[in-house]
C-alpha cells in the first residue's frame, strides 16, 4: 500500500480563524483527493487535486506531488466547518485503490 | 438525482448470520467501491469495480463478497459475520478514476 499521515490530528478554532491541514504521503500518487465528514457522519468531496491549486469559496488546496505532500486551507472558519478532514491518495501503478489518512477532526467554536 | 444511496441504515447482525448492503447510484457512474470505517479510523477500501462484470478486490476483501450485475447496483455481501465487521460502510461512485467520488449516507452495522 502507501502510508497517508494527516497533522494534525485535532484542531481547535474559534469562529472567523483561518488553518492549514496537512497531508503527506509516502509514493508518487496520480489521484488526491480531501473530504469533509461532517459530525452526522456524511462525506463530502471537497477537491480532486492530483497536483496544482484549487480553489472553492473559503476552501483552497495545493498538492505539491514532487514532495509528496497535499495541504487544505480553511480561511474565516464557520462552526460549519467542524468535522473531520479526510485526504485519499491513488498510488501510481495501483489504480482504483485508495488510501484514506486518520483525518484531522476540527473543533470551530463560536 | 438521488446520488448514491445506500440500505440499510442500521442492521444488528448475530455471529454467523449473512446479509447484503445495499448500494444504488443514479448518476451514471462507471465506477463504484464499498469501504468500512472503523470508529476514529479513515476509511478502508473492500471492493471496488470499474463497470458492470468486472470487480476486484481493496484493502480488506476478506469476509465479503460483491457483484456488479448492472451500471447502478453493487451489493456488499456479508457471509459468516464476525465482531470484527463491526463498522460503518460506504458506498461511493465515480465516472473514473479521475473523477471526484460522491458518497452515500453508509450503513452502520453492529455483529453481536
Not at chain 1, 504521503?25 to 497536483?51: A, C, E, R
Not at chain 2, 456488479?68 to 451489493?75: H, I, K
Request: charged share 15%; with cysteine.
Amino acid at each position: 500500500g502507501i502510508q497517508v499521515e494527516q497533522s494534525p490530528p485535532d484542531l481547535i478554532l474559534q469562529e472567523g480563524a483561518n488553518s492549514t491541514l496537512r497531508c503527506n504521503f509516502s509514493d508518487s500518487v496520480n489521484n488526491l483527493q480531501w473530504f469533509h465528514q461532517n459530525p452526522w457522519g456524511q462525506l463530502i468531496n471537497l477537491f480532486y487535486i492530483p497536483s496544482g491549486t484549487k480553489q472553492n469559496g473559503r476552501l483552497s488546496a495545493t498538492t505539491v506531488a514532487t514532495e509528496r505532500y497535499s495541504l487544505l486551507y480553511i480561511s474565516s472558519s464557520q462552526t460549519t466547518d467542524s468535522g473531520v478532514y479526510f485526504c485519499a491518495v491513488e498510488r501510481v501503478g495501483n489504480f482504483n485503490k485508495f488510501y484514506f489518512g486518520s483525518g484531522t477532526k476540527l473543533n470551530v467554536k463560536p | 438525482n438521488a446520488g448514491v444511496t445506500q440500505t440499510p441504515k442500521f442492521r444488528i447482525l448475530k455471529i454467523g448470520q449473512s446479509m447484503t448492503l445495499q448500494c444504488a447510484q443514479d448518476m451514471n457512474h462507471n465506477y463504484m467501491y464499498w469501504y468500512r470505517q472503523d470508529p476514529g479510523m479513515g476509511l478502508k477500501l473492500i471492493y471496488y469495480s470499474v463497470g458492470a462484470g468486472i470487480t476486484d478486490k481493496g484493502e480488506v476483501p476478506n469476509g465479503y463478497n460483491v457483484s456488479r450485475s448492472t451500471t447502478e447496483d453493487f451489493p456488499l455481501r456479508l457471509e459468516l459475520a464476525a465482531p470484527s465487521q463491526t463498522s460503518v460502510y460506504f458506498c461511493a461512485s465515480s465516472y473514473s478514476e479521475s473523477y471526484e467520488q460522491y458518497f452515500g449516507p453508509g450503513t452502520r452495522l453492529t455483529v453481536t
